[in-house]
């Protein structure tokens, strides 16, 4: 029977689908410190599990108890904590009376939706919610309590609530399932919410991959090809042919990419979880192309004292050590803060590189009121040492095929590739009532980039061995400041019978850059013998000569948007957005010797942005949608023939899919299929001399037209107790669609067909401390083409060589391969784990990207990592 409302103590009796519980159960309810630990663990493992599952038919026919309160619970006992709860929800709960005897509840405090609360109140209980086919809830232990219990005593870890939305946070959940996400939405929803295709590295799979920064996050992300940086450029990431450039923390903007800040490889540790959506995102992201948006979430603070060390040991001399504190700082819990701390010192696979890696990050979060709360923090990034921290590109043999080069060929010792940013953020979010509250977002971003990186450049006749030079590159030094701003307003109404979700909004980006590049002394030295190659002996120093061009640029975005989503007709519902924005770009350049020229200022106004997307609930676990979304980008610094600056080119792309949120919420399936088009690209028509205007460049037309069609497959969670899964496969079929190259593959350095899988397996029974898994990144072929200037030794305006001989023709693939990797954990109690790491674990040879034959400008092949070692201890406490 449900438990009365009104009652001011828990008199629960069972209802009929309840059964009085075993003496193994009770047992496993024992006041003993392996029990408790077990308990905790088992308990919230499944209320977080079930706390984020869609509600059935008949629970989301009653609005009241689905929506956000404000709940502030003292800690007590269970049956006072639930008393109180049930009265001001009005949910109803089914329980034995024999389940709250005895059993202490940590409360309730801020604002959640009813099956979030029930997770949080039962937290280290080892109960759990479930729902019935009622409307309500059912109070049971968890299915393996007394196995856990009663198997070889190893203590499972303890499963940690945040302070922040238990459905976007990851982090102790023990999963690889993620049970909201806040890209493509602003306000978290669960993926199965979300008509977009989109992918997540929880937490628990970072640490299980031991996954350290950014590249080899996204590495892991089916779909996404990772081309390392080098010289002066940073690394950079291709979806659906194109590359990404829109990033996000928190569902809010983030920094602006540039191509010169390195700092987007930024340390994982502050992160809780990284998202990535595919195609187009004009309704939240401003100016950017098809490719897609990476979300990071940062760690929150903890509503419990957690301290989490972890040290590590690789190969190559890699040490890794980090610290991570959170809890409340006051007794009421209204106050609560966290603090995390990583260093990374450690070589490489290649010669010339030894750097040190360090990240700070901490933040507060204050209950200000009952439905108000405030936080704010910073963190810090630094990168420093020598060589850089992405190995080195490679020039090709004129016909395409790989040069003699060891994996080991490195960098000289004189090159560097410094960078430090530093961040501050403050947010405040208000709750109005149970459906409608307010957030307000700042952040502001200050980063420095130093590099002076030799570079291996020249196509090599395959004849003589002939056409290469060590290059010593320039020295150049960049800063980088972004300041955004976003705020909006969410809820939910019921109008003509039907209920609806409105968001509305503005955010606000300035970014500026400045750039300068200095002459180097060294020149540039021919290669003669590419099986033993001493970069040192070639270039053994290179100083800073005098100041070259000079060049730096703002960028400001202002952009309001609104997204409806409404019920048509019972499961049918649908979702229509639009944005209104405008972008600037000033940009001032001048040389050394010459004074600054005047500032040149593009702009793109009135720019209107629409989304749209049609969802249908299947079933209480599948539903099924199609959205078509857009974007642009600006290109006003492109002049035409007429003098006239062209109109931004614009994508868009087309989806429809299914989404699967499966056994009791701890898997999601997602199939996707999709067509993305983008126009009015940016096409050199030819170059007016005459033309002199700093920061425009003519003569161009908007011609360019490309066409990426594919499939997209996704899946992340727990298939069987124990057994967590992560992988997804991508079908990407782009071509250019003008031009001579018409019908041919624009996007040839990204492969055809990609797999990611990543899977681990918690044993049972006697083996209960050991945790075992693997996984393989998996891809076909990718090619480069085109023509090639050799190298002329008597060429250029002085006569001492240039890259104005002959032209020749180049073409070369890339053969697929599967890269596999494995680990095996052991707990030795609840608080301590040791792990063992080895990734290509058959030392596979291949290039991670290739380029063209000389490697100019940087976009050369780059080795990918031999057979890595790695030992891991962890402590929780």
């Known amino acids: 029977m449900p438990l009365p409302h009104s009652s001011s103590s828990l008199q629960p009796r069972l209802s009929a689908s309840a059964k009085r519980p075993s003496p193994q159960h009770a047992s496993a309810l024992a006041l003993t410190p392996s029990a408790i630990a077990v308990a905790m663990y088992l308990g919230l493992a499944g209320t977080l599990v079930l706390g984020s599952v869609a509600a059935s038919p008949v629970a989301a026919q009653t609005a009241t108890p689905a929506a956000t309160q404000r709940y502030a619970i003292a ?37 959640y939706d009813v099956r979030t609360a029930l997770a949080s109140l039962l937290n280290g209980t080892g109960l759990q919610a479930v729902p019935d086919a009622n409307g309500g809830y059912a109070l049971r232990l968890l299915t393996n309590t007394s196995n856990a219990s009663h198997g070889s005593g190893t203590a499972l870890p303890e499963v940690v609530v945040t302070a922040a939305n238990l459905g976007e946070a990851t982090e102790g959940s023990n999963s690889y399932v993620a049970q909201a996400v806040a890209v493509g939405n602003k306000t978290a929803q669960s993926l199965r919410e979300t008509p977009r295709s989109i992918s997540v590295l929880t937490r628990q799979q970072l640490n299980d991959q031991q996954i350290q920064n950014v590249d080899s996050a ?59 959506m595919r195609g187009p995102d004009g309704l939240f992201s401003g100016s950017g192309g098809p490719s897609g948006t990476i979300n990071m979430v940062r760690k929150r603070p903890t509503d419990q004292f957690r301290l989490t060390g972890t040290g590590s040991i690789g190969r190559w001399s890699n040490y890794y050590g980090d610290i991570d504190v959170g809890g409340p700082l006051n007794e009421a819990g209204t106050l609560r803060g966290r603090f995390v701390a990583a260093h990374n010192d450690r070589e490489y696979f290649y010669d010339g590189a030894h750097r040190q890696i360090s990240t700070l990050y901490g933040i507060v979060e204050a209950d200000i009121t009952p439905d108000t709360v405030l936080s704010f923090g910073a963190s810090f990034d630094r990168e420093g040492g020598s060589g850089r921290s992405t190995p080195p590109g490679f020039p090709r043999y004129s016909n395409g095929v790989p040069l003699p080069v060891p994996r080991s060929q490195g960098y000289t010792s004189w090159s560097f590739a410094d960078s430090e940013s530093k961040n501050a953020f403050a947010t405040l979010e208000h709750s109005f009532n149970a459906d409608w509250k307010a957030r307000v977002n700042a952040s502001h971003t200050v980063s420095e980039v130093n590099t002076n990186s030799s570079s291996y450049v020249g196509s090599v006749n395959p004849i003589t061995g002939l056409g290469a030079q060590m290059f010593p590159g320039s020295w150049a030094e960049s800063d980088f400041t972004t300041t955004t701003g976003d705020a909006y307003v969410s809820g939910r109404f019921n109008a003509l019978g039907r209920q609806h979700q409105v968001l509305v909004g503005g955010d606000y980006r300035h970014s500026n850059g400045k750039y300068w590049l200095f002459s180097s002394t060294a020149t540039q030295q021919p290669i003669t013998d590419w099986s033993y190659v001493d970069p040192n002996a070639l270039l053994p120093h290179n100083s800073q000569g005098n100041p070259g061009t000079i060049a730096s640029g703002k960028t400001k975005q202002i952009g309001l948007y609104a ?62 949608y199609f959205s078509t979304s857009r974007g642009y980008q600006d290109q006003s610094n492109y002049y035409t023939a007429d003098l006239e600056p062209l109109s931004p080119s614009t994508s868009r792309s087309y989806e429809l899919g299914i989404k699967g949120e499966l056994l009791d919420g701890r898997l999601n399936a997602s199939a996707a299929v999709y067509r993305s088009t983008r126009d009015n690209y940016a096409v050199r028509e ?73 899977t681990s397996y918690q044993l049972r029974e006697q083996l209960s401390g050991w945790k075992i898994g693997g996984g393989v990144r998996a891809q076909t072929n990718f090619f480069r083409n085109g023509t090639v200037s050799t190298w002329n030794p008597t060429g250029g305006t002085d006569g001492t060589g240039a890259f104005d001989g002959p032209s020749e023709t180049y073409a070369f693939t890339e053969p697929g391969r599967a890269i596999w990797s494995t680990f095996v954990e052991y707990r030795f109690n609840r608080n301590w784990t040791a792990a063992l790491n080895i990734d290509n674990l058959f030392d596979k040879t291949y290039f991670q990207s290739v380029g063209d034959t000389r490697n100019w400008y940087n976009d050369g092949s780059f080795y990918g990592e031999p057979r890595n070692v790695r030992f891991t201890i962890r402590g929780t406490f």
């Not at 590359?243 to 010169?260: E, K, R």
């Not at 350049?589 to 997307?613: H, L, V």
Request: aromatic share 12%.
């Open 218 to 276: 996204l590495e892991q992300m089916s779909g996404v090809t990772v081309i390392p940086g080098s010289g002066l450029k940073s690394s950079q990431y291709y979806a659906r042919g194109h590359q990404i450039t829109n990033f996000s923390v928190d569902g809010s903007p983030g920094a602006s990419y540039h191509a010169n800040d390195t700092t987007v490889n930024a340390g994982m540790a502050k992160y809780d979880n990284i998202q990535l």
């Open 686 to 758: 030819s170059t007016a001399t005459d033309f002199d205007v700093p920061g425009r460049s003519c003569c161009w037309r908007g011609d360019g037209k490309f066409l990426a069609q594919g499939i997209e497959l996704d899946i992340g969670g727990e298939v069987a107790p124990g057994w967590q899964v992560s992988g997804g496969y991508t079908f990407d079929d782009n071509k250019t669609e003008y031009g001579s190259a018409d019908g041919q593959r624009f996007a040839s350095y990204t492969p055809k067909h990609i797999l990611r899988l990543w």
């Open 75 to 111: 800690a007590g006992s269970l049956e006072s904590v639930l008393t109180q709860f049930l009265s001001q929800s009005g949910v109803l709960l089914a329980a034995d009376p024999q389940l709250t005897q005895g059993v202490q509840s940590p409360g309730l405090q801020g604002s």
């Open 563 to 624: 997204n409806l989503k409404s019920q048509i007709y019972g499961p049918l519902h649908a979702v229509i957005g639009g944005r209104y924005a405008s972008y600037e770009y000033v940009s001032f350049n001048r040389q050394a010797t010459e004074a600054f020229n005047p500032k040149t200022t593009n702009k793109s106004n009135s720019i209107f942005t629409p989304y749209y997307a049609l969802t249908l609930d299947l079933s209480d676990t599948w539903t099924t």
